[in-house]
């Protein structure tokens, strides 16, 4: 009976494998969502050695020591991802145009450009070659999910299924500030790690209340949004902080003081 039992469990699997193809996961990790440790995270990767999202930038954050690396996400004309804040190539390379209007190759043709307009040698990354970087140096992700349709399923489920494939998935967190795309995203991947732009000073209650709908989640908020105070009840509601916005040496100390999980940054080194 137990074989027979076994038997038909593998052939369930089997067919359910066939029907419904790879389901991807994005539970935690390495308890990186556990962990007390802070860790800094290099907003558009390390911009004070690279391009903001470029390949450079996140293979600086890994020589660095960072410990994430935030990204944005859009999709070209031809259904490639790539790294891209804006929705046109127009600030951060010599081209120009819409990312939606544009193939991969018209966009990797340009070159990027720093912030002082100098060109480089640098193009933009697909986001398959920004995720296996991170990989490479086992830098944790946040997909900054206002950039992109995170609406659509088909959208998000080619960005899930790249980032299994880099190995990113389990270790990566995602920011959906829009309420209704954030519900939708959860019922597609209720193991993934949510978070949305709170402000810890006006609304922590109401925040902490709807990041525990989510099986993980993080709180996430300005530096200039937080005190000692709100940050000891997210703690006490066993929620992990993630403060953005520490540019100085002034908010870095007050950051250090409230020990976040994640501090992201544009200019501090670890």
Known sequence: MKNRNFLFFMLFAFVAMNLLGPIATAAPHD???????????????????APENTLEAITQAGKLGYGFVEIDVRKTKDGHYVLMHDETIDRTTTGSGSVQDLTLEEIQRPSIVDKEGNV????VPTLM????????YKLGVNFDGSKGNWGDKEFVDGIMEEAEEAGVLN??????????????????????????????????????????????ALYTTSIHNID???????????????????????????????????????????
Do not use: C
Request: overall charge positive; cysteine-free; glycine content about 2%.
């Open 120 to 123: 480089t040698e640098h193009k």
């Open 31 to 49: 308890n990186w969502l556990k962990s007390n440790k802070m860790e800094i995270s290099a907003h558009r990767g390390a911009q004070v050695a």
């Open 171 to 216: 270790h990566s967190f995602f920011v959906l500030s829009d309420r209704e795309v954030r519900d939708q995203f959860h019922s597609w991947y209720p193991e993934a790690t949510l978070t949305f732009l709170g402000n810890a000073l006006e609304n922590v209650e109401e925040d902490m209340k709807e990041l525990k709908k989510y099986e993980n």
């Open 228 to 270: 000692k105070e709100t940050a000891k009840k997210i703690k006490k509601a066993k929620l992990k902080l993630h403060v953005y916005q520490v540019n100085s040496a002034e908010t870095y100390g007050k950051a250090k003081k409230i020990h976040p999980r994640l501090m992201e940054t544009d200019v501090i080194i670890p």
């Open 129 to 136: 070659e920004a995720l296996e970087e991170a990989q490479k």
